[in-house]
């Protein structure tokens, strides 16, 4: 090692250091330096702006529509349509057009005057309301939505009042007019909602079953599924939401039109439709 250095340790008596260089030469230039350092300052500030401006355009969050609520009546009463600014314009003349196609057969016209005819004096001023169903999520009028994989929804404003005979309440229902496609197979839109409308008629009269009920019975606690349940192969007791899909689509028990002439399978037969077999959309 050069004398010049000192050791670490060592004094100045043990090596003398150099004198500092007076040189005048200037510092070879940092090739490492960032390329904004040599940039006017004007084309700084204005790829500054720049990359603000497309930073907030990546990272704003994505906001479904909002605004005052647009109610449009339908000719049954107490059914009213609910759209906000930026949903489809073409909204309400699809929900027309698709309760128009349920009141042309008997099953789906007794549907719809049932739900007119009811008599309800609420606070909330309609007896069902329907929405559409976007892509992403939000609120419900009530709370968290029960969500099928079907994408259509109906949530009641009271589950034990919707479960409560001679009691009844209020739907919200969010429809999806673009849904063909559900776990059971393919179905025309107004299907769907005559399913959803169906939830509706039975909230309103206290029909649905949408509340567990204690029961005495502990034969056949095994595994059981939708299916199961519909075909009698099981006499383990019926989650009720699953009891309520089968009341509504006309599985097991509910087949018999007869008993239960508001039913989905009613309407698809009484449209040329093939009946539904099971229900596997429940995904709550």
């Not at 906001?63 to 059914?79: A, L, Q």
């Not at 057009?97 to 008997?106: H, N, V």
């Amino acid at each position: 090692m050069s004398s010049q250095i000192r050791r670490s340790g060592s004094t100045s008596s043990d090596h003398p250091v150099s004198a500092p260089s007076t040189s005048t030469t200037k510092p070879a230039a940092n090739p490492a330096s960032p390329a904004k350092a040599r940039l006017p300052g004007a084309k700084l500030s204005a790829l500054s702006s720049f990359s603000k401006t497309v930073k907030e355009k990546t990272s704003r969050p994505i906001v479904p529509p909002t605004g005052d609520t647009v109610t449009t009546p339908t000719k049954w009463n107490g059914v009213v349509i609910k759209t906000r600014p930026g949903d489809s314009k073409a909204f309400p003349g699809q929900v027309h057009a698709a309760l128009d196609e349920i009141a042309s057969k008997p099953a789906g016209k007794q549907l719809l005057q049932e739900i007119g005819d009811h008599q309800r004096n609420d606070k909330f001023g309609f007896k069902v309301a329907i929405m559409p169903q976007p892509s992403e999520k939000r609120q419900t009028l009530f709370g968290r939505p029960r969500t099928y994989a079907d994408g259509n929804v109906t949530k009641s404003a009271s589950d034990q009042k919707a479960s409560t005979p001679g009691e009844g309440t209020v739907s919200s229902v969010k429809w999806n007019p673009q849904q063909t496609v559900t776990p059971d197979g393919k179905r025309p839109p107004f299907i769907g909602l005559a399913h959803e409308m169906i939830h509706a008629h039975n909230n309103l009269k206290g029909e649905s079953s949408l509340i567990s009920k204690p029961s005495t019975s502990t034969a056949g606690m095994g595994a059981q599924g939708p299916g199961e349940i519909a075909q009698g192969k099981t006499s383990r007791p019926a989650d009720p939401k699953i009891e309520d899909e089968n009341k509504v689509v006309g599985l097991g028990k509910y087949a018999d039109s007869a008993a239960y002439p508001l039913t989905e399978n009613t309407i698809r037969q009484e449209h040329g439709l093939a009946p539904r077999q099971a229900y596997s959309g429940l995904d709550e």
